[in-house]
């Protein structure tokens, strides 16, 4: 070795205030998904409520309640975790886990500002959906592991669900790249200055909502962890820091899926006048949050044939219209 | 060039686990996985030639993308045979599985 | 070359696929399969690959390995595993004759085939997709029509099960 080894202590705080681990560790990451998640829940609960006429969380503090969630959170965090006897104890501790690192890693990709872009990658819209199509496998191995009826049942529904419903969800976002005529996210936010994508893609907007909804797992598409039918389905068995973690993954897959529809229809980052990008890009995805929360207070719950008939049939059939109707546009006018 | 060589290891290697799978399993399931060891052997291989070459090639990326759907294709009729196999005989021992035989 | 992360992948890859093989439990089994195929993935990385990679991930372990699991789920994994008739030795022997076979190939070409460091270019995603679409078009056809056949094959099978 020529050169000197390097101060730790140096090498530690050049490593903490460089801009990359400051944004893994701030925003757009850790810490901020970790309050943005539990925010999520509060505003979950509390818009959910208004819509059938309760009041939902108020004790917990002066605004709202809104630090139920964060009490919810350390409560769930210091519970026992008693793991099932019969259960496969691997699996059943790293599938939750590796969901929730698995959502948190797709907010990476997100592309909240130019600053704030962890990773600029240049297939930015495959990756994001290729880490989503890992999920139902964690799921069914959480189902599978805890080696009781309801969990393998809600594992089993889920794997249908999410299989029937990437399909449709790729195939949408495909109107967006022949648009941009790029993968690459930011490129996508870029090619909207001129107007957003929700104008020419309408349809493909509606069906990547839905089938987006659908790979989230919430109401009206929920199947796997209905309450009333598989009692809380795949994560029936789980308790205490799983259970947190189980949730917590799907709050983050709604912010991600959020910022993502945000990125490929609204614009992204873009937005008029003095205020930052990151406000733009936040405000519609919180927007787009409160929409797909305010379908859970308006459907009810469909069944599992109506679910995979409309996946395989409806759904797949209009994506592959929209790629026609996009094709035009982009063959009509090229300017776009 | 080293790097090469040692690509090129990994997908020997994986090959020779393959075949080895192939020789030696019995049930169905593991055979399918072995299959699948060797394709990835030579998605590897190919990969790396065509990057590794003077100037580098895309077509071998191409390739690649045929072959991956092709094994996806495979492993889906493979295990829906197996299902109906196990359906007809409760049994996924390809040695016991002898109705087929002429 | 990153030595490092070339190292890591490919023991996972191997490790993986070993485990894949001899894992007593099927659902283990297909879940090593999994790794390997992620390991495989990185090494794609590693090759500026990256779109085949994410393919690779999508397809691999998106389907593939979702497949194998609910298979392996509905077969119950206590079935199917039988005594293996050749010693586990041989596995050590077939690693070994392959790879000793794989590095004598590699060397002898190695002077064939010299290696640039930079890919630049012609392994972006715009090439790719060129390649793709217009010099291999008709294969591409060809290939959704193979596709198309699977899947009705496949849907065939699965009703004539439902009828016995």
């Not at chain 1, 290729?130 to 080696?147: D, I, K």
Request: glycine content about 8%; hydrophobic content about 55%; charged content about 10%.
């Amino acid at each position: 070795m020529a050169e000197p080894f390097p101060d730790p202590i140096q090498m530690t705080l050049a490593i903490m205030t460089s801009p990359l681990f400051l944004k893994i560790a701030i925003f757009p990451g850790l810490t901020s998904i970790a309050i943005i998640a539990a925010l999520l829940t509060w505003l979950d609960r509390k818009i959910t409520a208004r819509v059938q006429l309760r009041i939902g969380p108020q004790y917990v503090s002066p605004l709202g309640g809104i630090l139920q969630s964060f009490a919810d959170l350390i409560k769930l965090a210091f519970k026992e975790l008693p793991l099932p006897e019969k259960a496969d104890k691997f699996f059943f501790v790293m599938a939750p886990v590796f969901g929730m690192v698995l959502a948190g890693g797709l907010m990476g990709l997100i592309p909240f500002s130019h600053e704030t872009l962890i990773s600029n990658l240049e297939i930015g819209l495959p990756v994001f959906l290729a880490f989503v199509t890992l999920s139902p496998t964690l799921v069914l191995l959480a189902g599978w592991s805890a080696n009781s009826k309801y969990p393998f049942i809600g594992g089993l529904r889920s794997l249908f669900q999410q299989t029937a419903y990437e399909i449709p969800l790729w195939l949408s976002a495909i109107g967006v790249v022949m648009l941009a005529g790029t993968f690459n996210l930011e490129k996508i936010v870029l090619a909207q200055s001129k107007g957003w994508f929700i104008v020419p893609q309408a349809l493909g907007a509606l069906l990547f909502l839905i089938t987006s909804v659908a790979e989230q797992e919430r109401i009206p598409f929920d199947l796997p962890e209905a309450e009333p039918e598989v009692i809380m389905g795949w994560q029936a068995e789980y308790t205490g820091f799983f259970f947190l973690a189980a949730q917590g993954a799907g709050f983050i897959k709604l912010y991600a899926f959020s910022a993502l529809f945000a990125t490929l229809y609204l614009g992204g980052y873009l937005g008029p006048g003095p205020l930052p990008p990151l406000f733009w890009s936040l405000l519609k995805t919180i927007g787009i949050v409160v929409a797909v929360i305010l379908l859970r207070g308006t459907f009810g719950r469909v069944r599992i044939d109506q679910l995979l008939r409309a996946g395989w049939t409806i759904l797949l059939g209009l994506a592959l219209v929209n790629i026609v109707i996009t094709y035009f546009i982009v063959v009509g006018f090229p300017t776009i | 060039m080293e790097a090469l060589t040692s690509f090129f290891g990994v997908s020997a290697i994986l090959l020779g686990i393959g075949i080895y799978g192939l020789a030696t399993k019995r049930s169905a399931i593991r055979i399918l996985f072995a299959v699948e060891l060797i394709y990835n052997a030579a998605n590897l291989n190919i990969i790396a030639f065509a990057r590794l070459r003077n100037p580098p090639i895309v077509t071998g990326q191409v390739i690649v993308l045929f072959s991956i759907a092709l094994a996806a294709m495979e492993a889906a009729v493979g295990l829906a045979i197996i299902i109906v196999a196990f359906r007809l005989n409760n049994e996924i021992d390809l040695r016991k599985l002898t109705r087929l035989k002429g | 070359m990153t030595e490092p992360a070339f190292l890591v992948l490919a023991a996972v890859t191997v490790i993986g696929s070993i485990m894949a093989l001899e894992a007593r439990d099927l659902v283990y089994g297909a879940v090593a399969l999994g790794v390997a195929f992620l390991g495989m993935a990185g090494l794609f990385i590693l090759l500026d690959a990256s779109y085949v990679a994410a393919f690779q991930i999508a397809v691999y372990i998106g389907a593939v390995v979702i497949l194998i699991l609910f298979t392996v789920m509905l077969v119950g994994p206590a079935k199917g595993e039988a005594q293996m008739e050749l010693k586990r030795v041989s596995l050590l022997a077939a690693v070994l004759v392959a790879t000793l076979i794989g590095m004598g190939g590699a060397l002898a070409s190695a002077a064939a085939f010299p290696g640039s460091d930079v890919c630049g270019g012609s392994c972006d995603i715009q090439s790719l997709s060129r390649t793709l679409l217009i010099d291999y078009g008709t294969q591409l056809e060809l290939l959704s029509l193979v596709l198309a056949a699977a899947v009705i094959g496949a849907l065939t099978l699965a009703k004539a099960e439902k009828k016995t």
